[in-house]
């Protein structure tokens, strides 16, 4: 055996680093398929009131099946916080390209400041969702879901993102009122969602929307809190330790969105 040989059998394997650090809050956020299910939730309010709307309509892919479009943004960013770094950095480079060969057919770029709005929808909601269902997360912990999204921004190589978690919850409140609108777009994918749930559902993705949407939202939206989904709330937290939670999946997802949620990580 020769010199080298022998180093190379001798070294131990290389030890594989992952985008998000085992133990960090954002692997238990995005490990938990009921907190995906209200991030899910909070998005499709939020992707239809904004002014790049457009952008996803102009492929077919939004109006044709909204809560499939949805889901697959869901799915890449729960892919990225489980991969390795080298294997997060590929499916990031992905999403770059997708969007890229719509840029492409459009003629023009998106604007810098829809990537980043669906930046900060990821940031927001992942600590909103996992609030509502589980408790309020610490100053460190969130500042952990910021770092941890901001770096993803930063390899997509996206423009005039915040340094600091102060600065982002800043820049959000500035984006929620400049970037909102309710327009036609608007109007008629919520009546795709109402299509694709069903009315009993849809009803349902309303009132989840109106606990878990910041106040712009809900006011764009005219969406208020009611009892009822309160009370399901606090109902949900008392059985979850028990495992009685799975029968509200099927309350809330139409069998074909049921299994590609038990995909991504949710058991239905």
Known sequence: MTQSTAQLTSEPDAVQEFFVPEGSIVRQIWADGDTILLIFAGAAAEFALSKAVDWLYFTGRLPSDPLGRLLSTVTYAKRIVFSQKQDAFKAIDSISAIHHGVEYKR?????????????????DYSIRA????????????????????????????????????????????????????????????FLQYKLHLGSFRYHMLLQVQAVLAPKKVRSLMGLKKKRPILLLIGFYRIIRPLGLNSFLKRLVLPGQYRQQFMQLGGTA
């Not at 003629?107 to 940031?123: C, H, K, N, S, T």
């Not at 460190?140 to 901001?150: A, L, Q, S, Y």
């Not at 800043?170 to 609108?181: A, G, I, P, V």
């Open 107 to 123: 003629g023009f770029q998106i604007p810098e400041w829809a990537y980043r709005d669906v930046l900060f929808m990821l940031i």
């Open 130 to 189: 996992y609030e509502v269902l589980h408790r309020q997360l610490t100053n460190e912990e969130k500042e952990e879901v910021f770092r941890v999204f901001n770096q993803l921004g930063e390899k997509m190589e996206m423009t005039g993102l915040p340094e600091t978690y102060q600065v982002w919850m800043n820049m959000r409140q500035k984006h929620l009122k400049r970037n909102l609108e309710f327009s036609d777009y608007t109007s008629d994918l």
